[in-house]
């Protein structure tokens, strides 16, 4: 198999389970406040994040058509405002398909830099390039956005999950949402081509674990259902801990002689046996297959 085609099964395998395992049910209010009119909505694909006031609504990530359409719904109910910003943490489609059902309501879409150009080139592969909606207001480092008697700070720590991670601070409320930063103590997707490195990743985790106090409340685009997508400045400590895992769990085969192939036959790694998906069980393969790509360049 030449490197392109897997590559592109790896992201085609590695997306599908993200798509899965969040269905609603009808006894689920996808809505939870966190606090001071912050709050999450979970339907399917990553964790949206949002501020609704009568002064301001921010919205963090849209998902899928569908349910960017039912947050919608239900963020109009609690605002009679237009979405005054619209904010994707990175370009992976289960955070941006949604960005065409919001666009009407919204008046900016904000996304670091390097988005547009990595949601582009992923949606070429996936031949989904007519079904786009990319940010049309950027920023390189950091930006700051007024939101009522809120303020909103979107920053950039360099290439992590992907190439364009943007991390959501809302001050007051002294929430932070992290995008896939966190795949809470569940395996993660490693998408070297949309920009992944997982010394750039553990690096962020560890910025935002000295930046952020013990109170700060974390939102994670994805979890584990047993753990959740909200969390605290520990549960970083436990994803960096399981990148780092993966990293010398390649690093002690390679100096073994072991293949890609020996390594990858596993559904769960010795040291981090909790984090496993039944649903996703190419979960934990394909990471040690990326992470054995990325140490080796091959
Ligand atoms: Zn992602």
């Not at 198999?1 to 389970?17: G, H, I, K, W």
């Not at 919205?59 to 058509?65: I, K």
């Not at 309501?105 to 989904?128: D, K, Y």
């Not at 100096?255 to 069980?281: C, I, M, N, T």
Request: hydrophobic content about 40%; some cysteine; charged content about 25%.
């Amino acid at each position: 198999m030449n490197r392109r085609s897997f590559l592109q099964q790896t992201v085609a395998a590695c997306l599908l389970p993200l798509i899965g395992p969040r269905r609603l049910s009808l006894q689920e209010d996808p809505f939870r406040l966190l606090r001071r009119n912050v709050g999450i909505f979970t339907g399917r694909g990553g964790t949206i994040g949002w501020l609704a006031t009568s002064e301001a609504l921010i919205v963090v990530d849209a998902q899928f058509p569908e349910t960017a359409t039912q947050c919608w719904e239900g963020l109009h109910a609690r605002t009679e405002r237009r979405i005054d910003a619209l904010i994707n943490t990175h370009h992976h489609r289960d955070h941006t398909a949604g960005n065409r059902a919001l666009k009407p309501h919204a008046r900016q879409i904000i996304a670091h830099r390097n988005v547009p150009e990595l949601q582009r080139r992923a949606a070429r592969q996936q031949g989904t390039l007519d079904q786009q909606v990319y940010a049309d207001r950027t920023f390189d480092t950091q930006l700051m956005l007024e939101a009522g008697d809120e303020r909103v700070h979107v920053v950039y720590y360099g290439p992590a999950h992907t190439g364009g991670d943007a991390i959501i601070f809302f001050e007051k409320a002294n929430i932070v949402h992290v995008g896939d930063l966190v795949f809470n103590r569940m395996p993660c997707f490693i998408d070297l081509p949309g920009g992944a490195t997982t010394e750039g990743w553990i690096a962020a985790l560890e910025r935002l674990h000295t930046t952020y106090e013990s109170d700060t409340q974390f939102i994670f685009g994805h979890g584990h259902p047993r753990y959740g997508v909200v969390g605290s400045r520990a549960d970083l400590l436990v994803m960096r801990d399981f990148l780092e895992g993966l990293r010398r769990y390649v690093e002690a085969g390679l100096k073994a002689g072991k293949s890609v192939d020996e390594l990858a036959a596993v559904d769960r790694l010795p040291d981090f046996p909790e984090h496993y998906l039944e649903s996703w069980q190419q979960g934990i393969p394909n990471a040690i297959r990326a992470v054995y790509q990325e140490l080796t360049g091959s």
